[in-house]
């Protein structure tokens, strides 16, 4: 006999994908070469600047290019000192179909310094970074309720230069986002990926959770705050990170970004980012 969680769990998938594909139904006269009117677009939704992804899509038939222009981080782990520089950063997307997105994603350039610190050995690679491509399906709430929630599977492609691992990484997102009273948002994510291990040309799982809530503070001016942490099974190792961020909109299709991302271990990544939003 089916137990009682797993009764549960699949009666709320059929009913999420039921509203799916009947939200979809709806805008189904729209898609890549049927383009949503522009006065009958959603507000943009973007997924900067945090780890928390939203769940709602670009419109169809329209494009939307996102980018950390400067990320630059630093981390000590395992006696290796590494600085991180990334220029353009890219996240580009593409409407399908109203409730459905295609995004490629490209580290443009990365230079990235390791520094050993037992033998003061240092080392420089430079150039392109990996490819991702990812598709977005929003299940619910794409274009009304307070609730919303999508599947993100993605892939990653070894394609850095001078990369000693060249295994290809995978994984699957579960955004969900909350509109609040006062309008606060609250934005949740679960996921699992299969990553790269650091020392060796293998793969490890990591299972990663994060909160965001955001708020307006002036006009055209949101602060994001958001804490997240991720689990390692083959090493049995939290990392906890907590992140701030102010995104400013320039106008309806514009917005620009800046934050910070520090981890709480001694061995954890911090970054700092400014980036930028566009849609077409």
Not at 2 to 12: A, Q
Not at 20 to 46: I, N
Not at 228 to 239: D, P
Request: charged letters at 20%; aromatic letters at 10%.
């Amino acid at each position: 006999m089916m137990k009682p969680s797993k009764i549960l769990l699949c009666s709320f998938l059929a009913l999420v994908t039921i509203q799916g594909f009947a939200q979809q139904a709806k805008t189904s006269k729209y898609s890549l070469f049927k383009p949503v009117p522009k006065a009958q677009m959603r507000e943009m939704a973007t997924d900067r600047p945090g780890i928390t992804e939203t769940p709602i899509t670009v419109d169809a038939g329209h494009f939307q290019y996102e980018t950390a222009l400067l990320n630059y981080g630093i981390e000590r782990a395992e006696g290796v000192k590494t600085k991180t520089f990334t220029i353009n950063e890219l996240d580009f997307h593409v409407g399908l179909t109203n409730s459905t997105a295609l995004q490629f994603m490209l580290d443009s350039y990365v230079i990235e310094k390791e520094q050993e610190r037992s033998t003061g050995k240092k080392t420089r690679n430079e150039g392109l970074g990996e490819v991702t491509l990812r598709l977005k399906q929003n299940l619910i709430g794409n274009d009304k309720g307070n609730f919303s929630i999508a599947l993100l599977p993605y892939f990653t492609l070894p394609t850095a230069k001078n990369a000693d691992n060249n295994k290809v990484e995978a994984g699957l997102m579960l955004p969900m986002e909350f509109k609040l009273p006062a309008d606060w948002t609250l934005g949740l994510q679960l996921e699992v990926d299969r990553l790269k291990d650091k020392d060796k040309n293998a793969l490890h799982t990591e299972m990663l959770q994060a909160v965001s809530l955001s708020h307006s503070l002036i006009k055209d001016l949101d602060g994001v705050a958001e804490t997240y942490q991720t689990y390692e099974f083959k090493k049995h190792q939290w990392t906890n990170y907590v992140n701030a961020a102010l995104q400013y909109a320039i106008n309806s299709n514009c917005k620009f970004d800046a934050g910070l991302s520090y981890g709480l271990q001694h061995d954890a990544q911090r970054s700092f980012f400014l980036g930028l939003a566009y849609r077409l």
